[in-house]
Each structure stands twice: as C-alpha cells, then as structure tokens.
C-alpha cells in the first residue's frame, strides 16, 4: 500500500484530522490523544456522544497494524491511541502485526476481530468493545484488556499469550450462547490477572494452562440462569489459583503484581475489601495446582442443583475459608491435597458435602475445629454410611501424634456402620459399644472384669458350691473360683472341681458369658488397631 521510504497516506484514503494526527503519531511512536480534556465527556462507558473530531475509521487502523508506513528516522512505530471513536468492525483476523499496540479510553462501534492474528504485544485499556473475537490469538509479549467493558463477550480459544494476560476491572457480558469469556484451550506462559473482574455469563477455561499464577482476588462471576459460573475442568495452574478477597486501598491486592511463590497475601487489618463472588455453579474437576487452590473470603451463591465440584483435583494445598454455601454442594470425591487448611464454619452441612475418596495428609484448621465438629464434617459428607472419610481423618490423626483423636474417629466409624446392620447385629454392636467401646477403649474391660470379679467373689463367699468329688477338690477359694469363671481359655484348676447348683450355677453362667464377651471384645479391638484403621 506505501511505498519504501515514503511515509505518507495514500489519497484515496482522504484521512480526517484525527486519522492524520494517528497516522504521523505512529510514525514516530508517540501517543495521538483525542481527549477533550472534561473527564465524564471523555468517558468511554458515559453517555455522552463523541463527534467527529475523534472518530477513527478501523480501516486506517487495520493499515497501520498491517502495512503501515515507515517509522520517522531515529524512531519505532507503534500504535499508541487515547479516547478516540474507532468505526465499524476493526478486523486483522490472520494478520502479523509487528509494531507495539496500546489503545486507551477508547470506544468501538463494532467488534474487534483478531482470530488467527500474531501480535508483539496488544493492549485495551479502559476501551469499550461490542465483542473480541480472538480464537487462536498468539502474542511474544501481553494481552492487556483491563477496566474495558465487553457487551457480547470474549472469544479467546486456544490463544497463546507470550508473558502475561490481564482482565483486572474488566467488565464483560455473556454472548448468544450464554459465555462471557470463551477460552478452551488458553495458555498463558506467566500470570492470567483478572483481578476484580465482573463477569456476567459462563467463564469457560477447560483444558487452559496458565505458566505461573491465576487471580480472581475480588471477582464476581455471575450465571445465576445457567449451570456454571466458572467452567474450568482440566485447567492446570502451576503456582497458586485465588479466588480470594481484593483490598479496594493500600493492600497487596490493590497492586497488579503477582504475589510470589510460597507467599499469602491478605488484606491489612482496617482495609475494605471486596470478596471473590462466584453466583452459579463452578466446575475445576481434574485440575493440577502447583501450589494451592485458596478460597480465602469467598462467597458462593448457589441454586440446589448447583455445585462447586473440585472432583479429581490435585494440589498440595486447598485452603477452604469462604463462607458456607447456604444451598447447592461441595464436591470433592476423589480430589487429592496434601494440606487442608480449613475452618468449621466454612462447609456446608448434612447433604451439602460429598467427599467419597477424598484424599489428604494433613489437616490445619483456622480457629475453633474440636474432634466434636470435625466427626460431624465427615457426617455431613456421608448421608450414608462409607468408611473412608472417617479412616482417611483418623489416618491424618495419627500423622500428626493425635492417636487418642484417631480411636475417637474410628469407634465413631463403627457406632455410625451399625445403624445399617440387622436388629441382631445391632443390638451386639451396642453391647460391645457399651462394655468396651468396640475394643477402642480396651481399659473397659479392665474395670468390668474387676466389678464382676468382686461381684462374684462376695456372691462365692456366701454361697460356696460344694465339690465335684468329695476328697478331691482343692482348697476353696472364692476369688480364684471367680477368676477362673471370667478368664476364658486360661484354666486355673479351680471351674471343674465345684458344681454350683440352684442360683450359683446361673451366676457361674453370667461370669462365663460375661468373661468371653469381655474378651472377643477386646481381641477384634486389638486386631483393628494392629490393621491401622
């Protein structure tokens, strides 16, 4: 379109005063700025008409992005444009485009259309746009669309962004097919920042890759009429996913910067901040986090059908200290974490938590969480009876030396798997519950065998039961006798040489009975604790 060396407009272009001023400031890479200079007239997202003095035809943008003409000497080209009015639909769908691109403040009659193009890096600033389509989108550098406001969506499917992807601020409303955000497929080599992001629609990441960090600090993400809010199974991150609280002052969140590895930031005490919300269902299933998946002050908004299913995830922290989902459900069957960091008031109760399979090391609970309300955790997660959580709880337990907790856990175990046995079954379950608490308190037994032993010996001493055979029976001996009846299999030469009669032999028959259930008691308690469950 431009010759070598020549640096001006072809005629048939007939550029306005605007395109001229943006034509000669790309030459020499510095910024055309249409401002007016009244801030709420200069607004994008206000009322207010912009005339012809800023309208830019996306033609003449297109041009430049594509063929346009040389830099000045001693200069870089770039397209650096600030509150101009960009006519119909601005479209480099396979382009590659070189120069740097940075458009701020400004507004777009019509979509931008980016599908298939290359860029160095691309920057949206404050803008107003009726749609980005930008499926397989590739960028060396950033893709900036920060405090823009997007009223048909964003269309970012299998995109790769260079170093970083920034939404903070961003406002964007879903399409005709219900999506806010469309990027399947995304990969983003450092950060993806959307940080105070409003999305009003399905933000749909499946199978996304994001080189550092994700940071939703502070979003809102609203699909009240659909399934899911955020849809992001298979997304893998490789440092931290926050879905945390953004301070609105003088916090770490109100940075850009990415906090680093290993670090938590929270807001100061004193800052306002703004939680991250999450209105509809959210899907992370078989998702890998490198570092922790945190939902520090998040808020979840759910219909009873809906859920915040973390199925299969993998991560080596999940910090789950929202507030608790007054409906819907949490699902975490067959996630595995190595440390949960949690708090009591943050799951949701009976039927609102499944956690079949779920697998963790070590717990680390945030505030008031005794054994009482972490048994009825676990009872929540399982409106009918299942064995693994209380054996992965008890298996945490004991990692951390709370051996005693751990038996507490486990004979809640069992107390829970008789309600599901036959009346028979039931009713030796309780007998063994109450004698020696399925053999989990053995020191029961201890206290039994010696209140019926001196049971026992008082009742022999009073009633001696006379000899077997006259001559031949050993000296009598109302405690050894006693003794003899409650021990099973140990034979002290002392049972078979007395025969009680009348009321004797029915209390000899209680100390028997009471000896042998005593004692199978105790050995299946042994032999569980030497299963480890």
Known sequence: MTEPGDGDAPADLQLTSAEWSMWQAFRNGSTCDLHIGDPARDDPHGQHLWGAERRVRARVVALLLLDGPPAQPGRVSALKITGAYITDTLDVAGGAIKPFVELRDCRFEAEVVLPESRFTTLRLVNCAIPRVEA??????????????????????????????????????????????????GLTVTQDLQAEMLESYGELSLRGATIGVSLSLRGSRLSNPFGRRALNAP????????????????????SSSATPPYGTV???????????????????????????????????????????????RIQTPELRFLGERPQRGRVILSGARVVNLVDKSASWPGLGGLWMAGFAYETLIPRGHFPLSLRLQWVAAATPEYAPEPYEMLAASLRTTGEDSDAREVLLAKQRRRRETLPLAAKAWGVLQ?????????????????AILWAIGTIYFSMSPPPPLKTGEAPPWNPYLYSLDLLLPVIDLNQSAAWKPGGGAQWAAAVLILAGWVLATTVAAGASRLLRRQ
Not at 281 to 307: K, W
Not at 433 to 449: E, F, H, N, S
């Open 135 to 184: 499926a397989r989108l590739q960028t060396e550098g950033d893709l900036h669309l920060p405090r823009c406001v997007v009223q048909s969506g964003i269309r970012l499917t299998d995109a790769h962004i260079g170093t970083d992807l920034m939404l903070n601020q961003t406002v964007v409303h879903k399409d005709r097919q219900g999506r806010s955000i469309m990027a399947d």
């Open 234 to 253: 298979q997304l893998t991150v490789e440092r931290t996913l926050y879905l945390t609280a953004a301070g609105l002052a003088n916090s770490p969140f």
């Open 265 to 311: 930031h929270t807001p100061s005490r004193g800052t306002r901040v703004q939680r991250f919300e999450c209105e509809g269902g959210m899907r992370l299933d078989d998702g890998r986090f490198g570092d922790a998946v945190d939902f520090e002050h998040a808020r979840f908004i759910m219909e009873s059908d809906q859920e915040l299913s973390l199925r």
């Open 433 to 449: 519950d109450w004698t020696v608490a399925y053999g989990y308190r053995p020191g029961r037994a201890a206290v039994w065998m």
